[in-house]
């Protein structure tokens, strides 16, 4: 359903998103957009994921999580757009007028639109480079005196997240794989008291549920 809506867009168009998301990305080039320009010719395919990454907030450990969906081309260019949010909860105590110092609760969540390139495919072996932006907002809440909740700062959020991930496939649809990156984060509040840029890390199973999907529909009678 997706693909005719975006074959319908000029390649010129899809060049320009694609340069204005990773354009400061240190392997962008005239070469590889002219790569990026071939893999757009080929027919899409829809792709879904989810994505856990370790990171750190003001030197603690987190977790961040998100979804993804998007499109593929010729099994090595991806784009499309997520949602990020902060899971492992980020606790602290702050004054409020009026109430005294009460327990906190950071709370993250952004828009990520995404390109993600292979630039090397060799047997069971990829190596990629990830990069997306985002756009959202954080707050500190708490719980007022009568337990109803309540933010106490807020603060809008930019972000910019490259990276570089590698995976090998040790089984038709599982594989093993790990990354690193960077979050850097540009808030529009210094109130919230934590320090949000920080490297990105993952590592673990990869389950490639788009191959073994296409396989189920293709044996269907």
Do not use: C
Request: charged share 20%.
């Amino acid at each position: 359903m997706s693909a005719p809506l975006v074959t319908d867009i000029p390649l010129s168009m899809r060049l320009l998103f694609i340069s204005l998301l990773i354009g400061s990305a240190p392997l962008v080039h005239a070469q590889l957009l002219d790569s990026i320009g071939i893999f757009l010719q080929e027919d899409p395919r829809f792709v879904g994921k989810l994505d856990m990454r370790g990171s750190f907030i003001s030197n603690r450990n987190v977790r961040i999580a998100g979804i993804k969906f998007g499109l593929e081309h010729a099994r090595r260019f991806q784009y499309g757009l997520g949602y990020s949010f902060l899971l492992t909860p980020v606790e602290g105590e702050r004054d409020v007028p009026g109430i005294g110092t009460v327990p906190t609760r950071l709370r993250i969540g952004y828009i990520t639109p995404y390109v993600d390139y292979a630039f090397y495919q060799r047997g069971d072996w990829e190596v990629r480079i990830p990069v997306q932006f985002g756009f959202g907002s954080a707050s500190l809440i708490y719980h007022d005196a009568e337990g109803r909740k309540q933010r106490l700062v807020t603060s809008g959020l930019l972000l910019y997240e490259p990276g570089m991930s590698v995976q090998y496939r040790i089984l038709k649809y599982v594989g093993i794989g790990g990354g690193l990156g960077l979050r850097i984060v540009i808030p529009t509040n210094d109130s919230l008291g934590e320090r949000l840029s920080a490297p990105t890390y993952s590592l673990g199973l990869r389950i490639f549920f788009g191959d073994l999907w296409r396989d189920l529909d293709r044996d269907r009678p």
